[in-house]
């Protein structure tokens, strides 16, 4: 079996929800995982899966919403003080750098000045301790930006979200040697992630909405099942997994929490009815995204009869 794989972190949306996590997937290339986002619980989603957190040694961010980056701060922090030996190599959208410094030098500016003081005092026979400052290295990526990775190569491609409002936003395709995963981040179906997604073997799409809510509020800064179905017909792609899923089913508060967005509770049907939107659209696979989801690779794609 190979062990390279695509893992859905976190399947949820902005919206809490005890049942799926704030989006966030990782890629694993042999012994290397690549981060992508890290919404509330990835960390945690990532020890579910039998990753150390310690041995993520590069986190991309699509763009720099809350349910994106919410965990960063104590990624960062319980990873360092757990004894991360290698920097964590963050790249991101523009705006990524002043996130970072805000996050872990402001916010967290007690923790780190408490960690380089206990790390500080420690007697100097002590060996196994946390570096002396928080181990990160921060680069901004231009669309088309290309990052390698010791096994894979990781490109950005602008998508469409909020744009308009400041937010630049941008989808990823990531090659490793058992094929192609491709990331969109939170978009409308665009042109760009349909180029960013040729002939991939997985793409984890935006699934934000039911095609009836982003029509009636005008929500065209996220897609529903048809849109996802889509960009993964035009693409050629094997595999499509939905996510950033909305509380649907989950705990009455959640719903209610997130009804001006998703209605109201929903019978456990309404998920078959989000994969047969999408497979209306596209005649390859449809996995609906859950936390923990493992899509191992390479893909086969199954010829029609
Ligand atoms: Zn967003
Ligand atoms: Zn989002």
């Known amino acids: 079996m190979s062990d390279i794989a695509c893992i859905v972190l976190g399947s949820g949306s902005a919206v809490p929800d005890p049942d799926r996590g704030n989006p966030s997937q990782c890629i694993r290339i042999h012994d290397e995982v690549l981060l992508f986002d890290c919404g509330e619980r990835t960390t ?33 922090m319980t990873t360092w003080n757990c004894g991360r030996r290698v920097p964590l190599r963050v790249y991101g959208p523009p705006g990524t750098k002043a996130m970072v410094e805000a996050c872990v030098f402001g916010m967290h500016r007690t923790d780190v000045e408490y960690v380089r003081r206990y790390v500080a005092a420690l007697p100097t026979h002590v060996t196994e301790r946390p570096l002396s400052e928080p181990p990160l290295a921060v680069e901004e990526i231009d669309v088309g930006g290309i990052v390698r990775t010791r096994y894979g190569i990781v490109t950005a491609g602008a998508v469409e979200h909020h744009q308009r409002v400041g937010t630049p936003s941008v989808g990823f395709r990531v090659e490793t040697p058992a094929g192609v995963v491709a990331l969109s981040g939170d978009t409308r179906p665009c042109q760009a992630m349909i180029d960013l997604a040729r002939g991939a073997d997985v793409l984890v799409h935006d699934t934000a909405f039911l095609d009836e809510i982003i029509e009636a509020r005008q929500m065209w800064s996220h897609s529903g099942p048809t849109g996802a179905g889509r960009v993964a017909q035009a693409a050629g792609v094997k595999t499509l997994v939905l996510t950033h899923l909305g509380p649907y089913t989950s705990c009455a508060t959640a719903v209610e929490m997130g009804s001006m967005y998703y209605g109201v509770r929903r019978d456990p049907s309404i998920w078959e009815a989000i994969v047969a939107a999408a497979q209306r659209e596209f005649d390859g696979e449809v996995l609906l995204g859950r936390d923990g989801l493992v899509i191992p690779l390479p893909r086969e794609r199954a010829d029609p009869c």
């Open 44 to 76: 945690i989603n990532l020890i579910k899966a039998g990753i150390d957190p310690r041995g993520v040694d590069t986190l991309f961010f699509t763009h720099l919403h809350w349910d994106h980056i919410v965990d960063f701060g104590y990624f960062v």
